[in-house]
């Protein structure tokens, strides 16, 4: 069983920053690949950055230059780092990890990211 934890929401001005945390555990041998998405009220839930071992990290453009993901590989800890935040960034922000070769998607209960203008 792989549980995903992710931390760090909360209420920021438009400008401001924020750093979210993802956390995986479990019996894991590789994290294949780690990523964040985001759903807003009313829409569907997107992707925001993922790495991959075996690929560059990705990102959506509505975040790049903004937003950078760092990963502790020890922890199995993946970071978001946002900055320059605007209203439309403010959604429930979601981690997802596939490991040790299987396709399934591994999700946690997201973090709220609101952002107000």
């Known amino acids: 069983q792989v549980e995903v934890v992710e931390s760090g929401g909360g209420l920021v001005q438009a400008g401001g920053s924020l750093r979210l945390s993802c956390s995986v555990s479990g019996i894991i041998y590789n994290i294949d690949t780690m990523g964040w998405y985001r759903q807003a009220p009313g829409k569907q839930r997107e992707m925001v950055a993922v790495y991959s071992r075996f690929t560059d990290t990705n990102y959506a453009d509505s975040v790049k230059g903004r937003f950078t993901i760092s990963r502790n590989g020890v922890q199995n800890t993946l970071y978001l780092q946002m900055s320059s935040l605007k209203p439309e960034d403010t959604a429930v922000y979601y981690c997802?990890?596939?490991?040790?070769?299987?396709?399934?998607?591994?999700w946690g209960q997201g973090t709220q990211v609101t952002v107000s203008s």
């Open positions: 997802s990890t596939r490991v040790n070769g299987r396709m399934t998607d591994y």
